[in-house]
């Protein structure tokens, strides 16, 4: 079967469509066409599906390509493809993919049963904010006659893991701790304050003070980061656009536990099996929540929350959702790590004693 698959939005909708490229590509004699962002969502599918030769990536975006010249290489490549089935993962631009799912000719076009472009599909598989896009995404496969295992996973190799390790100076004794408290600028209303930020990391280095915090983003949260290891040279490490994606999944396999808003790593961080304090507010932790069952979410649950949708996602301008309690989000910490390894727990233990 030859499957064109729309995945084109960030790293966590691509980490949350893995079992359907997975799904795709399992059987001999199938070809997958995966039309991504951009050149990190591709490394990314060619990492959680260990370079199948069967799936091929296409990045929407190239840098200094104008928009015509975007979508007639985009139409011409689909076109040549010659897809039997396309599949919308998520409800990523459903118009486009539909629009271009047309133009590919593929005769079984499956798509999310909301908005006004559900008529382009031949086949529409439901949706809501109640059921997470992994969920859906399976959804998705089966439309297509294809089981999907609500598998995320991806394994890091020994060696990798071992020289990044090396290369940013981790071997330590005590637990690592990463913090990935940005969102990119579009959607800052994701990130917590600065100030509280701050303050979790001061509490979280008196609580462990043999700790090692790993301050994660891109150059896009830079600044943050930057801010709060100046504030604590000695126990942070700030890896802002210090890491390849395959470094940074590195980097996370040997941490102990993510403190996370709702981004790209929240996700990553589920991919490699950590323990995860979900930081939510506009958005909301049922339909994109990282996939895990070692997930525990801190909210204030207020009554505009979640209010992320689209058309809406740069939110109120006032995020009061995020200005969430310092003390609440350490005590989830306590409790997600109870239990772990003796490394996490001694993080249990200082903290209780801490406060």
Not at 47 to 54: E, F, N, P, W
Not at 224 to 235: H, T
Request: glycine share 10%; aromatic share 4%.
């Amino acid at each position: 079967m030859r499957s064109l698959i729309f995945a084109n939005q960030g790293l966590g909708d691509v980490v949350m469509a893995v079992p359907t490229i997975r799904a795709m590509a399992a059987s001999e004699g199938d070809e997958v066409l995966v039309l991504v962002k951009s050149d990190l969502e591709a490394q990314l599918v060619a990492l959680a599906t260990h370079g199948d030769t069967k799936i091929v990536m296409c990045a929407l975006r190239v840098s200094g390509e104008g928009r015509f010249h975007k979508l007639w290489r985009i139409l011409r490549l689909v076109r040549a493809f010659r897809p039997d089935v396309s599949l919308v993962t998520g409800d990523v631009h459903p118009g486009l993919a539909g629009v271009l799912s047309i133009a590919s000719n593929a005769p079984v076009r499956i798509g999310p049963e909301t908005g006004p472009f559900q008529f382009l599909y031949t086949r529409t598989v439901v949706t809501s904010p109640y059921i997470h896009k992994v969920h859906f995404n399976a959804k998705v496969s089966e439309a297509a006659g294809r089981t999907a295992p609500h598998d995320i996973s991806i394994a890091v190799p020994k060696g990798e893991a071992a020289a990044a390790s090396r290369k940013f100076d981790l071997g330590i004794a005590g637990p690592r701790i990463a913090v990935a408290l940005g969102s990119g600028v579009a959607e800052a209303h994701k990130r917590l304050p600065e100030t509280r930020a701050a303050a979790l990391v001061s509490k979280l280095v008196a609580a462990v003070p043999g700790a090692r915090i790993l301050l994660l983003g891109t150059q896009l949260e830079g600044t943050l980061n930057a801010r709060i290891a100046a504030l604590f040279p000695e126990q942070t490490v700030d890896l802002s656009s210090r890491t390849s994606l395959r470094e940074l999944v590195a980097v996370l396999s040997l941490s102990d536990v993510l403190v996370t808003t709702c981004n790209g790593i929240s996700h990553l961080g589920a991919a490699v099996g950590l323990p995860i304090v979900g930081l939510y507010g506009p958005t909301s932790p049922l339909r994109t929540g990282a996939f895990s069952t070692g997930l525990r979410v801190v909210s204030r649950r207020l009554q505009c929350s979640p209010c992320y949708r689209r058309g809406y996602t740069q939110g109120c301008g006032n995020p009061i959702c995020m200005e969430l309690d310092v003390d609440a989000i350490f005590t989830t910490i306590c409790e997600v790590t109870q239990g772990g390894t003796s490394r996490v727990g001694s993080l249990k233990q200082s903290g209780s004693t801490g406060r």
